[in-house]
């Protein structure tokens, strides 16, 4: 794979092209060879068609076996570099998609939306949104992980424990110390429904909300009534979060937290750590932090941790120019092709499960290095510009529509359930960045199922259409697609 190249006076180049590896990246532009479009593909093509990369199975493994240890890869997943930068034109690469001024206007937003929770005296979260887990499961047969059923008795005691006769009795303004979830109820135990269904059993936890990177500012609307869980409003949803994972904020600390000046992680995975006092939490690609200064190739945060009276307070930490960039990152086709490619090959985890990112969680993170926000879930993502719609039209007209009207880097396809970025055309098929459980499939006695894929990938707008058993036309996600969503009006582009 070809390096993944970041560039500005700030932000960081990569060194490593390995998707999803956290490549490291530095501060120092870099002149790219001029490859065409044409020549890269070849070249990419022709390595992936030519390397053995999935290997041998045993040599005494049955059919069965070999099929279980080494699944069968849409063809666009092993015909398609997953890498970004295959996408990038020599002309265009370095060229901002959004103007100077117009990136700073969106910054602005960016705070605004960011900080909003302690911004309230009230919450905005109604009793009926806060506790309607609790009627919804009591009507529907869930199921536990041992895939027995759950009984009335478990839902209906959540009426006790969360103390919902005083909601609200909390409204208070905290912070999230480490990564945390957000729950539909105030339990890590999970829900799902009929097992034996596509998208109903594992990994469909039906409590799972979003989850919350640390740093996020929080307005605590309840507390539960043994105190150990609180029902806390983020900058982008509202659930139940462990009262471990969060810490009370005053007007003092909110006035050094809340600084014009900002900064985001542009690697996945990287260990935050007080410059005196140890590792804090494992920060992720989109997590925002307070900048307090910055020299050459560092720049100096603020962490937020709890003292012994669950209290927030701060302390430095130092993040490097390869892990962190100054806020609004240039929005460059190259600097999101790098950012890309550090979520290329990521898992895919419903409602951020097991803190991994479904498709909405991965383009909110991908976008919020370069101050762009976007909702928690892909029909508000689908309204957060100029929506084109599609739904009305047959499959080459979609597909030309896409080509003509669409931004590549900075356009949005949506269908119900399941959201996509656009990133060009190759020999005339749009490419789009997407994270997915799976295909839709259907077997010859007539059962629905899933091709898992289960991770972000590079595909075109057909995954899997070669597929004996997909299921025709709703496996085609080209024939589910309604809209399609221009981030960035024309006239704020660069």
Not at 81 to 103: F, K, V, W, Y
Not at 390 to 405: G, Q, S
């Amino acid at each position: 794979m070809g390096k993944s190249k970041v560039t500005s006076g700030n932000f960081p180049q990569s060194r490593s092209g390995q998707p999803g590896s956290s490549p490291i990246l530095s501060g120092r532009l870099r002149a790219s060879k001029a490859l065409t479009t044409f020549g890269v593909w070849s070249i990419l093509l022709l390595f992936s068609s030519c390397a053995g990369f999935h290997g041998k199975p045993p040599i005494h493994a049955s059919p069965s076996e070999q099929k279980a240890l080494h699944p069968i890869e849409p063809a666009d997943i092993t015909s398609i570099p997953q890498n970004a930068e295959a996408c990038l034109h020599p002309e265009t690469a370095d060229r901002p998609l959004i103007s100077p001024a117009a990136a700073m206007r969106w910054h602005a937003a960016f705070r605004k939306k960011h900080f909003a929770p302690w911004h309230r005296e009230e919450p905005t979260t109604s009793r009926e949104m806060a506790f309607r887990g609790i009627e919804r499961f009591l009507s529907e047969p869930i199921f536990g992980e041992n895939k027995l059923p759950r009984s009335k008795e478990w839902i209906d005691a959540f009426r006790r424990s969360t103390a919902m006769e005083s909601y609200p009795n909390t409204k208070r303004k905290a912070i999230a110390v480490t990564n945390s979830s957000l729950r539909l109820l105030p339990t890590f135990e999970p829900v799902f429904y009929d097992f034996d269904l596509p998208g109903e059993g594992y990994p469909f936890d039906h409590l799972q909300v979003s989850a919350v990177w640390g740093g996020t500012p929080l307005f605590l609307a309840h507390t539960a009534a043994d105190g150990s869980w609180v029902l806390a409003e983020t900058p982008f949803a509202a659930g139940w979060m462990p009262i471990e994972d969060i810490a009370f904020v005053d007007e003092a600390f909110m006035r050094a937290y809340e600084t014009e000046r900002l900064a985001a992680l542009i690697q996945d995975r990287v260990p935050l750590t007080g410059t005196d006092s140890g590792f804090r939490f494992m920060g992720r690609l989109g997590t925002v932090l307070p900048l307090e200064a910055e020299d050459e190739d560092t720049l100096h945060v603020l962490l937020p941790v709890s003292d012994t009276n669950r209290r927030a307070v701060l302390i430095r930490a130092k993040g490097s120019r390869e892990n962190a960039g100054v806020m609004p990152v240039p929005a460059t086709p190259r600097n999101i092709a790098a950012l890309i490619n550090q979520l290329l090959g990521r898992p895919y985890g419903w409602g951020g499960l097991y803190g991994n990112r479904d498709c909405s969680a991965t383009l909110k993170d991908l976008f919020t290095p370069f101050s762009i926000w976007l909702p928690r879930n892909s029909p508000r993502q689908a309204a957060a510009g100029l929506f084109i719609p599609l739904h009305n039209l047959d499959l080459p007209d979609k597909e030309r529509l896409i080509r003509e009207k669409g931004i590549p880097f900075l356009s949005l396809l949506w269908m119900p359930g399941h959201i996509m970025l656009y990133l060009g055309e190759s020999r005339g098929s749009p490419l789009v960045f997407h994270n997915t459980w799976g295909i839709k499939t259907k077997s010859p006695q007539g059962k629905e199922g899933r091709h898992i894929i289960g991770r972000a990938v590079i595909t075109t707008l057909q995954p899997g259409i070669e597929l004996p058993d997909i299921l025709l036309p709703q496996g085609n996600l080209l024939y589910r697609i309604e809209g399609m969503t221009l981030l960035i009006p024309a006239e704020n582009a660069g």
